[in-house]
């Protein structure tokens, strides 16, 4: 968002100023403050005038400018209506060099999830995608998607949901005591790197928010089922924020995820290209690894399906 237009929204959202005042604050002149709440309005922000002078009633909008004011955390956006997908345009911004950009969109036509899975992403939902640069090794990039995973969940258990994590990268909704659960929300990281270093890593993030589950896959949940409609500008700031506190103490991140985790715990069967492996689920590693108490012994699986079985 344009510097000044910050400084003028900060300075309404305070209470009345008039024009004049803003004016001399911001060393602007009157007809430029003019035309600065003007473009405000027109993204959508509630302004409004009075004899005491211009005052911010409420930010209803979702879109960029919107979710950049009052966000603390350093990112900016980059919002579409409709987007093929985000992680797809994410991509082409990290290629260009961009960093620290969250891409945003009200729907996504060709969504998609692990394994090039199809993943429905009506308007509604939340559905954005991170453009970092860590100085991290690609042993260390897991982190960044269980932090994901960990940010997601916190933000939906803010706005009223029962929500857990189910190894690696999945928000779930707990149903029963057996270890069934529904789909709330998924993760998709990609990233390029070198041997020893991850050049660009995106971390897509897509949440079903303020959508019927009818309307969605079977087994899947939404924010609007489990709770109410959650205003999806707050969502994204508190989803954003979460996430930039994770990334910056990567050694906070395991220790969260197991405080959310559903998969501990739970008798499990995860697929890998190297066959399955059929136990119970006792804990992740430092880097995200998932260990699984097997009839032969613990394994540890780095990647793979992981499907909860019912207890034997």
């Known amino acids: 968002m344009n510097e000044t237009r910050r400084a003028i929204l900060e300075a309404l959202a305070e209470g009345p100023v008039s024009g004049p005042a803003l004016a001399d604050e911001l060393g602007i002149s009157r007809a430029a403050v003019w035309k600065h709440i003007d473009g405000l309005r027109a993204a959508d922000f509630e302004i409004e005038s009075g004899s005491n002078g211009y005052e911010l009633a409420g930010v209803d909008a979702y879109n960029a400018p919107a979710i950049e ?12 209506d409709s987007l093929g997908s985000t992680n797809d345009r994410a991509r082409e911004l990290a290629t260009d060099g961009e960093t620290d950009v969250a891409v945003v969109a009200d729907e996504q036509t060709g969504g998609r999830g692990r394994l090039e899975r199809e993943w429905s992403a009506p308007a509604g939902g939340v559905w954005v995608s991170l453009v970092t640069r860590p ?21 939906a258990r803010e706005a009223g949901v029962d929500a857990r994590i189910k190894w690696p990268n999945d928000v779930v909704v707990p149903v029963g005591d057996d270890g069934a659960y529904r789909k709330l929300a998924g993760i998709l990281t990609e990233m390029e790197g070198q041997t ?12 079903n928010a303020n959508l019927d589950s009818d309307g969605l896959p079977e087994g ?3 924010v609007r089922d489990e709770a ?8 994204v700031q508190r989803l954003l924020e979460e996430f930039d506190r994770y990334r910056t103490d990567l050694d906070s991140v395991v220790p969260a995820w197991r405080e959310l985790a559903l998969t501990i715990g739970q008798r499990v069967r995860v697929d890998r290209p190297a066959g399955e492996i059929v136990g119970e689920a006792v804990d992740v590693t430092e880097s995200g690894a998932l260990v699984v108490e097997t009839d032969d012994g613990r394994v540890t699986v780095s990647a793979g399906d992981c499907e909860h079985l019912r207890p034997v």
């Open 69 to 80: 004011f009052g966000l603390e955390a350093p990112f900016s956006i980059e919002y579409h």
């Open 135 to 155: 100085t991290i090794t690609p042993a260390e990039a897991p982190l960044y998607t269980l932090a994901a995973s960990v940010a997601t969940a916190t933000v």
């Open 196 to 207: 020893d270093r991850v050049d660009w890593l995106v971390a897509g993030i897509g949440v």
């Open 220 to 222: 899947a949940t939404s």
């Open 228 to 235: 109410d409609d959650v205003d999806r500008r707050r969502f």
